[in-house]
């Protein structure tokens, strides 16, 4: 039995990570761009496009977390940590659907033609300005959620390796080392 979740799925975590680093860390610079600057333009391209990768890579991990084995955690922790867990990771999943999700679906009722990974995307055909600001309002509304529901998880990953010493963070990590 493997004793840790499969490399595309320890692979696809990390990046989520990373990406979300960079759809969160844009905000935080937005402030310094001058509107209108190719600063303010790269924060922006940058913030859209890792947080766009974000809905990718959570749809993706969905297919495989169906298809893989999920390793055991070792000892067994009590069934309540267990539920605790899995919905937190529900949460997750739904998280960084919605945002990025609610974040587009604002940008296709905005109207006016537009391009991800350079590609153009589809939008309406004329503008819905109640809709896109729906969908933007929800998109503000939710992505401070993901602060506190990272914190939360990476908090517990590390109560897990360091308090109750069991091999839940291990499972995880990149190394070839068997827990
Ligand atoms: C998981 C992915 C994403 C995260 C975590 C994220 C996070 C955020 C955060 C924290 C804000 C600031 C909210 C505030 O002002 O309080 C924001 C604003 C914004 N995001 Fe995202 N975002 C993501 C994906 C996207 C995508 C894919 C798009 C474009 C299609 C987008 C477009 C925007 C826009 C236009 C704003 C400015 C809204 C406003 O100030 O009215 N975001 N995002
Ligand atoms: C420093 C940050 C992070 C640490 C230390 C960390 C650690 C871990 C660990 C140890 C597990 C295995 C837990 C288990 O199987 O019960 C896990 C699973 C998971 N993590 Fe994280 N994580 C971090 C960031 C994130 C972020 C940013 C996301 C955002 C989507 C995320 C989403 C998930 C999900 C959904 C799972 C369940 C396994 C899966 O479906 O891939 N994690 N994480």
Redesign the pocket.
């Given at each position: 039995m493997p004793t840790k979740y499969a490399t595309s799925l320890i692979v696809l975590h990390w990046l989520t990570l990373l990406l979300?680093i960079l759809?969160?860390g844009t905000?935080q610079l937005r402030d310094f761009a001058q509107p209108g600057s190719w600063h303010g333009y790269a924060i922006a391209i940058t913030?859209?496009t890792a947080?766009?990768t974000?809905?990718l890579t959570m749809m993706l991990r969905i297919v495989l977390r169906i298809r893989k084995h999920t390793p055991k955690i070792i000892p067994t922790p009590p069934r309540w940590q267990t539920a605790l867990s899995h919905l937190t990771h529900a949460c997750m999943y739904g998280l960084?659907i919605a945002?990025?999700g609610a974040?587009?679906l604002?940008?296709y009722f905005y109207g006016g033609e537009w391009s991800l990974y350079g590609l153009p995307m589809p939008h309406a055909e004329v503008e819905n300005t109640k809709m896109w600001k729906g969908f933007?309002r929800w998109?503000?509304i939710l992505?401070?959620l993901?602060y506190w529901l990272i914190a939360l998880h990476a908090a517990a990953a590390l109560v897990h390796h360091y308090i109750f010493r069991d091999n839940t963070l291990l499972r995880m990590m990149p190394s070839r080392r068997q827990s």
């Open positions: 979300l759809a969160y905000i913030h859209v947080g766009a974000v809905l960084f945002i990025p974040a587009l604002s940008r933007i998109h503000t992505a401070p993901g």
